[in-house]
């Protein structure tokens, strides 16, 4: 299994960026995936997820602001953010049961 996740970067306050995660090595359709982030010195905290018929779920401290969603036919899942804040400076990974892709650092700072 192979967790490709790209899309992180430098993005003032109030801005958006959007995180891909292809995958591969996986029936992609009939698995939930998600999204973690890891705050230096932190353990990772589940950010969202989306199971494998759509439905997902967020953490309190994005819900409204991030949007997790998945293409089925790319085999990618999606974690559009908006409206972000320096509290959301960390290091993003995508998740499929047992595997991790590599982070991406998504950095929110003026």
């Known amino acids: 299994v192979q967790l490709q996740a790209s899309g992180g970067g430098l993005v003032q306050p109030g801005g958006s960026l959007r995180l891909s995660c292809a995958a591969s090595?996986?029936?992609?359709?009939?698995?939930?995936m998600g999204w973690y982030r890891q705050f230096p010195g932190k353990q990772r905290e589940l950010v969202a997820s989306i199971s494998s018929g759509g439905s997902a779920r967020y953490s309190e401290s994005v819900k409204g602001r991030f949007t997790i969603s998945r293409d089925n036919a790319k085999n990618t899942v999606y974690l559009q953010m908006n409206s972000l804040e320096p509290e959301d400076t960390a290091v993003y990974y995508c998740?499929?049961?047992?595997?991790w892709g590599r982070g991406t650092l998504v950095t929110v700072s003026s």
């Open positions: 998740n499929v049961l047992l595997w």
């Open positions: 090595g996986i029936i992609f359709s009939s698995n939930a």
